[in-house]
Protein backbone atom coordinates (compact mmCIF):
# COMPACT_ATOMS: atom_id res chain seq x y z
CA UNK A 1 0.00 0.00 0.00
CA UNK A 2 1.32 3.63 -0.81
CA UNK A 3 2.78 5.84 2.11
CA UNK A 4 0.59 8.67 0.66
CA UNK A 5 -3.29 8.11 -0.46
CA UNK A 6 -4.02 9.15 -4.12
CA UNK A 7 -7.30 9.68 -4.72
CA UNK A 8 -9.33 9.88 -7.59
CA UNK A 9 -12.25 12.23 -7.96
CA UNK A 10 -15.70 11.43 -9.54
CA UNK A 11 -17.66 14.00 -11.34
CA UNK A 12 -20.98 12.20 -11.50
CA UNK A 13 -21.24 9.64 -14.20
CA UNK A 14 -18.48 11.64 -16.42
CA UNK A 15 -15.79 10.45 -14.95
CA UNK A 16 -12.74 11.17 -13.14
CA UNK A 17 -10.69 14.58 -13.13
CA UNK A 18 -7.30 15.38 -12.10
CA UNK A 19 -6.88 16.80 -8.82
CA UNK A 20 -3.62 18.32 -6.90
CA UNK A 21 -3.75 17.68 -2.82
CA UNK A 22 -1.29 19.25 -1.23
CA UNK A 23 0.49 20.41 -4.28
CA UNK A 24 1.01 16.56 -5.64
CA UNK A 25 -0.68 15.48 -8.74
CA UNK A 26 -2.97 12.65 -7.86
CA UNK A 27 -4.49 12.05 -10.79
CA UNK A 28 -3.90 13.20 -14.48
CA UNK A 29 -6.77 14.26 -16.51
CA UNK A 30 -8.09 12.80 -18.94
CA UNK A 31 -6.16 11.94 -22.36
CA UNK A 32 -6.86 15.22 -24.96
CA UNK A 33 -10.39 14.61 -26.71
CA UNK A 34 -11.44 11.83 -24.39
CA UNK A 35 -14.96 11.74 -23.78
CA UNK A 36 -16.51 9.89 -21.10
CA UNK A 37 -19.20 7.15 -21.70
CA UNK A 38 -21.85 4.72 -19.68
CA UNK A 39 -21.66 1.19 -20.92
CA UNK A 40 -23.42 -0.53 -17.98
CA UNK A 41 -25.92 1.60 -15.45
CA UNK A 42 -29.56 0.78 -14.55
CA UNK A 43 -30.00 -2.35 -15.87
CA UNK A 44 -31.70 -3.86 -13.32
CA UNK A 45 -35.44 -1.72 -13.27
CA UNK A 46 -36.41 -4.76 -15.15
CA UNK A 47 -36.05 -8.95 -16.38
CA UNK A 48 -36.28 -7.29 -20.33
CA UNK A 49 -33.14 -4.44 -19.23
CA UNK A 50 -31.58 -7.19 -16.96
CA UNK A 51 -31.79 -9.86 -19.73
CA UNK A 52 -31.24 -7.28 -22.62
CA UNK A 53 -27.34 -6.68 -20.38
CA UNK A 54 -26.84 -9.37 -18.57
CA UNK A 55 -26.51 -13.49 -19.13
CA UNK A 56 -27.54 -15.68 -16.32
CA UNK A 57 -24.99 -17.88 -14.67
CA UNK A 58 -21.02 -17.64 -15.24
CA UNK A 59 -19.61 -17.42 -18.63
CA UNK A 60 -18.67 -21.01 -18.50
CA UNK A 61 -21.61 -22.39 -17.14
CA UNK A 62 -23.06 -23.77 -13.99
CA UNK A 63 -20.20 -24.63 -11.74
CA UNK A 64 -17.28 -22.56 -10.19
CA UNK A 65 -15.10 -23.55 -7.21
CA UNK A 66 -17.72 -24.04 -4.50
CA UNK A 67 -20.38 -26.17 -3.67
CA UNK A 68 -23.36 -24.15 -5.22
CA UNK A 69 -24.78 -24.57 -8.77
CA UNK A 70 -25.97 -22.11 -10.72
CA UNK A 71 -29.73 -22.51 -11.58
CA UNK A 72 -31.04 -19.32 -13.53
CA UNK A 73 -33.23 -18.46 -16.85
CA UNK A 74 -35.30 -16.24 -18.15
CA UNK A 75 -38.67 -18.34 -17.54
CA UNK A 76 -36.57 -19.94 -13.96
CA UNK A 77 -36.38 -16.83 -11.20
CA UNK A 78 -36.34 -18.87 -8.20
CA UNK A 79 -32.27 -18.08 -7.62
CA UNK A 80 -31.79 -14.97 -9.41
CA UNK A 81 -34.95 -12.33 -9.32
CA UNK A 82 -35.84 -8.30 -9.50
CA UNK A 83 -36.93 -6.38 -6.12
CA UNK A 84 -38.98 -3.19 -6.32
CA UNK A 85 -36.17 0.01 -6.91
CA UNK A 86 -33.99 -1.87 -9.28
CA UNK A 87 -32.37 -4.31 -6.87
CA UNK A 88 -30.87 -7.62 -7.91
CA UNK A 89 -31.18 -10.44 -5.87
CA UNK A 90 -29.30 -13.72 -5.72
CA UNK A 91 -30.69 -16.83 -3.48
CA UNK A 92 -28.50 -19.77 -2.71
CA UNK A 93 -30.95 -23.12 -1.00
CA UNK A 94 -29.36 -25.80 0.83
CA UNK A 95 -30.47 -28.81 -1.30
CA UNK A 96 -30.56 -32.24 -0.43
CA UNK A 97 -30.94 -34.02 -3.48
CA UNK A 98 -27.24 -35.77 -4.94
CA UNK A 99 -26.05 -33.51 -7.88
CA UNK A 100 -22.34 -35.01 -7.80
CA UNK A 101 -19.85 -32.68 -7.51
CA UNK A 102 -19.13 -29.43 -9.13
CA UNK A 103 -17.43 -29.37 -12.69
CA UNK A 104 -14.77 -27.10 -11.41
CA UNK A 105 -11.75 -27.00 -9.60
CA UNK A 106 -11.53 -28.21 -6.70
CA UNK A 107 -14.49 -30.94 -7.85
CA UNK A 108 -16.58 -29.99 -4.67
CA UNK A 109 -19.34 -31.86 -3.68
CA UNK A 110 -23.23 -29.74 -4.65
CA UNK A 111 -25.24 -28.78 -1.57
CA UNK A 112 -26.83 -25.73 -3.10
CA UNK A 113 -28.45 -23.85 -5.43
CA UNK A 114 -27.76 -20.56 -6.12
CA UNK A 115 -27.40 -17.51 -8.72
CA UNK A 116 -24.69 -15.79 -10.88
CA UNK A 117 -25.15 -13.44 -13.93
CA UNK A 118 -22.66 -11.88 -16.36
CA UNK A 119 -22.52 -8.38 -18.31
CA UNK A 120 -22.70 -9.28 -21.94
CA UNK A 121 -20.46 -5.96 -22.27
CA UNK A 122 -16.64 -6.95 -21.38
CA UNK A 123 -13.97 -4.63 -19.59
CA UNK A 124 -11.43 -4.74 -22.13
CA UNK A 125 -8.25 -1.82 -21.25
CA UNK A 126 -7.06 -0.81 -24.86
CA UNK A 127 -5.18 2.59 -26.48
CA UNK A 128 -9.00 3.46 -27.28
CA UNK A 129 -10.57 2.43 -24.26
CA UNK A 130 -7.73 3.86 -21.48
CA UNK A 131 -9.75 4.45 -18.18
CA UNK A 132 -12.99 2.05 -16.86
CA UNK A 133 -15.15 2.69 -13.46
CA UNK A 134 -17.13 -0.59 -12.23
CA UNK A 135 -19.26 0.36 -9.00
CA UNK A 136 -21.89 -1.25 -7.20
CA UNK A 137 -24.14 -0.93 -4.01
CA UNK A 138 -24.91 -4.16 -2.74
CA UNK A 139 -25.78 -6.57 0.68
CA UNK A 140 -23.60 -9.16 0.89
CA UNK A 141 -24.11 -12.26 3.11
CA UNK A 142 -20.90 -12.65 5.67
CA UNK A 143 -21.52 -15.53 7.82
CA UNK A 144 -19.49 -19.03 7.30
CA UNK A 145 -19.75 -20.80 4.13
CA UNK A 146 -21.40 -17.47 2.30
CA UNK A 147 -19.11 -16.31 -0.97
CA UNK A 148 -20.60 -13.58 -2.70
CA UNK A 149 -18.27 -11.97 -5.00
CA UNK A 150 -18.06 -8.92 -7.58
CA UNK A 151 -15.66 -9.40 -10.12
CA UNK A 152 -13.83 -9.19 -13.33
CA UNK A 153 -12.22 -12.19 -15.01
CA UNK A 154 -9.84 -13.15 -18.00
CA UNK A 155 -12.83 -13.51 -21.43
CA UNK A 156 -9.84 -15.64 -23.34
CA UNK A 157 -7.58 -16.19 -20.61
CA UNK A 158 -6.71 -16.43 -17.07
CA UNK A 159 -4.98 -13.70 -15.95
CA UNK A 160 -6.27 -11.40 -15.78
CA UNK A 161 -8.53 -11.16 -12.83
CA UNK A 162 -10.12 -8.38 -10.46
CA UNK A 163 -11.87 -9.05 -7.31
CA UNK A 164 -13.66 -5.69 -6.18
CA UNK A 165 -16.05 -7.43 -3.68
CA UNK A 166 -15.08 -10.84 -2.10
CA UNK A 167 -16.62 -12.31 1.14
CA UNK A 168 -15.27 -15.51 2.74
CA UNK A 169 -17.24 -16.33 5.39
CA UNK A 170 -16.36 -13.28 7.93
CA UNK A 171 -16.69 -9.20 7.84
CA UNK A 172 -13.62 -8.18 5.37
CA UNK A 173 -13.68 -7.71 2.25
CA UNK A 174 -11.10 -9.30 -0.46
CA UNK A 175 -9.88 -6.60 -2.63
CA UNK A 176 -7.33 -8.47 -5.04
CA UNK A 177 -5.64 -8.46 -8.11
CA UNK A 178 -3.93 -11.34 -10.16
CA UNK A 179 -1.29 -9.10 -11.37
CA UNK A 180 0.16 -11.88 -13.46
CA UNK A 181 4.08 -11.26 -12.13
CA UNK A 182 6.22 -11.72 -9.42
CA UNK A 183 4.49 -12.48 -6.40
CA UNK A 184 1.01 -13.34 -8.37
CA UNK A 185 -1.82 -11.73 -6.36
CA UNK A 186 -2.43 -8.72 -4.15
CA UNK A 187 -4.79 -8.58 -1.53
CA UNK A 188 -6.27 -5.69 0.44
CA UNK A 189 -8.59 -7.37 3.22
CA UNK A 190 -10.82 -4.02 4.58
CA UNK A 191 -13.25 -4.99 7.73
CA UNK A 192 -17.05 -3.91 6.86
CA UNK A 193 -18.86 -2.42 9.31
CA UNK A 194 -22.73 -4.69 8.80
CA UNK A 195 -22.28 -6.11 5.54
CA UNK A 196 -24.99 -6.95 4.72
CA UNK A 197 -26.57 -3.67 4.77
CA UNK A 198 -25.65 -1.34 1.85
CA UNK A 199 -22.57 -0.71 1.21
CA UNK A 200 -20.58 1.04 -1.98
CA UNK A 201 -17.98 -1.05 -3.77
CA UNK A 202 -15.18 0.27 -6.98
CA UNK A 203 -12.61 -0.20 -9.01
CA UNK A 204 -11.18 2.43 -11.21
CA UNK A 205 -9.05 0.89 -13.60
CA UNK A 206 -6.26 2.90 -15.55
CA UNK A 207 -3.83 1.93 -18.15
CA UNK A 208 -0.21 3.06 -16.98
CA UNK A 209 1.79 1.58 -19.90
CA UNK A 210 1.74 -0.76 -23.08
CA UNK A 211 0.76 -3.58 -20.76
CA UNK A 212 -0.21 -3.23 -17.21
CA UNK A 213 -2.97 -1.30 -15.70
CA UNK A 214 -3.33 0.79 -12.38
CA UNK A 215 -6.46 -0.51 -9.93
CA UNK A 216 -7.73 1.68 -7.27
CA UNK A 217 -10.41 0.13 -5.11
CA UNK A 218 -12.78 2.27 -3.10
CA UNK A 219 -15.44 0.88 0.05
CA UNK A 220 -18.23 3.67 0.67
CA UNK A 221 -16.63 6.56 -1.38
CA UNK A 222 -13.27 6.39 0.30
CA UNK A 223 -9.82 5.04 -1.08
CA UNK A 224 -8.56 1.88 0.27
CA UNK A 225 -6.03 0.37 -2.32
CA UNK A 226 -3.93 0.88 -5.40
CA UNK A 227 -2.78 -2.39 -6.91
CA UNK A 228 -0.80 -2.86 -10.29
CA UNK A 229 -2.34 -5.34 -12.71
CA UNK A 230 0.56 -6.88 -15.15
CA UNK A 231 -0.44 -8.02 -18.72
CA UNK A 232 -4.08 -6.47 -18.14
CA UNK A 233 -4.14 -4.10 -20.98
CA UNK A 234 -5.54 -5.36 -24.11
CA UNK A 235 -7.20 -8.67 -22.06
CA UNK A 236 -11.28 -8.85 -22.47
CA UNK A 237 -12.75 -9.47 -18.99
CA UNK A 238 -15.88 -10.56 -17.57
CA UNK A 239 -17.81 -8.79 -14.91
CA UNK A 240 -19.47 -11.43 -12.95
CA UNK A 241 -22.13 -11.36 -9.94
CA UNK A 242 -22.18 -14.37 -7.90
CA UNK A 243 -23.20 -16.18 -4.65
CA UNK A 244 -21.13 -19.13 -4.16
CA UNK A 245 -20.91 -21.18 -1.06
CA UNK A 246 -18.43 -23.16 1.19
CA UNK A 247 -14.96 -23.85 -0.65
CA UNK A 248 -12.57 -20.76 0.50
CA UNK A 249 -15.77 -19.47 2.78
CA UNK A 250 -15.65 -22.61 5.76
CA UNK A 251 -18.08 -25.17 5.87
CA UNK A 252 -21.02 -26.27 7.23
CA UNK A 253 -22.90 -23.16 5.31
CA UNK A 254 -26.13 -21.77 6.42
CA UNK A 255 -28.76 -24.46 6.35
CA UNK A 256 -31.56 -21.37 5.62
CA UNK A 257 -31.13 -19.42 2.56
CA UNK A 258 -28.67 -16.62 1.92
CA UNK A 259 -29.87 -13.62 -0.02
CA UNK A 260 -27.04 -11.06 -1.79
CA UNK A 261 -28.15 -8.06 -3.13
CA UNK A 262 -27.12 -5.64 -5.53
CA UNK A 263 -28.49 -2.29 -6.88
CA UNK A 264 -27.12 0.99 -9.38
CA UNK A 265 -24.48 -1.21 -10.60
CA UNK A 266 -22.43 1.16 -13.19
CA UNK A 267 -19.43 0.40 -15.74
CA UNK A 268 -18.15 3.25 -17.41
CA UNK A 269 -15.17 4.25 -19.33
CA UNK A 270 -12.78 7.26 -21.52
CA UNK A 271 -13.27 6.58 -25.54
CA UNK A 272 -10.17 8.50 -26.90
Not at 75 to 91: F, I, M, N, P, T
Not at 169 to 196: C, I, M, Q
Request: net charge positive; hydrophobic share 35%.
Amino acid sequence: MPHSRRKFLAAGAAGLAGVTLGGQAVAAPPPAGATWETVLNGTFASYSTLQAAWNYRYPWGSDHNGTARMYASSSDHSQVYLESGGVLVLKATRTTANEGNSSADPYLPIHYHSGAIHAKQQVTVTDQFPSWEVRGEFQAPSARGTWPAFWLTGATSWPPESDILEFKGDGRNWFNTYKNGSGAWSNTLVNVSDPGGWHGYRAWITKVNATDVDIHYYLDGKWVAQHRGANFVGKPMWLIINLQMEGSSGSPGPTAPTYYRARNVYVGRDRV
